[in-house]
């Protein structure tokens, strides 16, 4: 099975790290769950509904839509959490990058585990920039905005794409393809990771600060 990986590249600043992956593995997310499964007999089932809801940020002019689920927005924002704070302690300018990646279970003979194979991977890379003022503040807090509406698109339109999807498991199967632990939600399995590097990637960085400068030279 090949693995379709994409790549989202943002550049904020600090207090926005967190708002800004909030969003996009939402958006991902809210298009990789689904309802919860009901059997009624093996090979047939009905799926219940997934509820929304608008967020919005505090540090970005930018509102997103996420699954409802409690549960499942904890577990995201844990994962970020983590994430902010090994950027932060970083100790500099840096760049990170975390990565959602969907994988389904095939079983193994015993003593052998599960086999876990990756079917896609959504890496966000994250660039931190330190701005001056609060003039410069207030205008990243509207491109960054422009700029997760743009990936937000770029990811529902890569999701729209017909390519593939594990196929709908039996009940006997239904947990080596979709996460059953929430109550109220099922997305595709799922692991979030992430990486730390001390470096800033020079050119998106330049690129926010020339898009700030030129805004004020307005």
Not at 124 to 145: S, T
């Amino acid at each position: 099975m090949n693995c379709r990986s994409e790549v989202l590249e943002v550049t904020v600043e600090a207090r926005q790290v967190e708002e800004a992956m909030l969003a996009l593995l939402h958006t991902v997310l809210l298009h990789r769950s689904t309802g919860k499964f009901h059997y009624k007999k093996e090979g047939t089932y009905s799926i219940g509904t997934v509820g929304t809801r608008d967020i919005d940020c505090d540090f970005i002019d930018f509102t997103f839509v996420r699954v409802s689920s409690e549960e499942l927005d904890r577990v995201i924002r844990k994962a970020v959490s983590e994430f902010k704070e090994a950027l932060s302690n970083s100790g500099s300018d840096g760049m990170g990058q975390i990565s959602l990646e969907f994988y389904q279970k095939k079983k193994s003979r015993w003593p052998f585990s599960d086999e876990c194979i990756p079917w896609e991977v959504w890496s966000i890379k994250v660039n931190v920039v330190n701005l001056a003022n609060e003039q410069e503040r207030q205008i990243c807090r509207e491109k960054v905005g422009e700029k997760l509406g743009e990936k937000v698109i770029n990811v529902v339109e890569v999701i729209n794409r017909h390519e593939y999807l594990p196929k709908m498991p039996t009940q006997s199967e239904v947990d080596n393809v979709f996460d059953t632990s929430l109550k109220d939600v099922q997305p595709y399995l799922y692991k979030i990771t992430y990486q730390i590097t001390d470096t800033l990637g020079t050119s998106v960085g330049t690129t926010m600060r020339r898009l700030i400068k030129d805004t004020l030279a307005l």
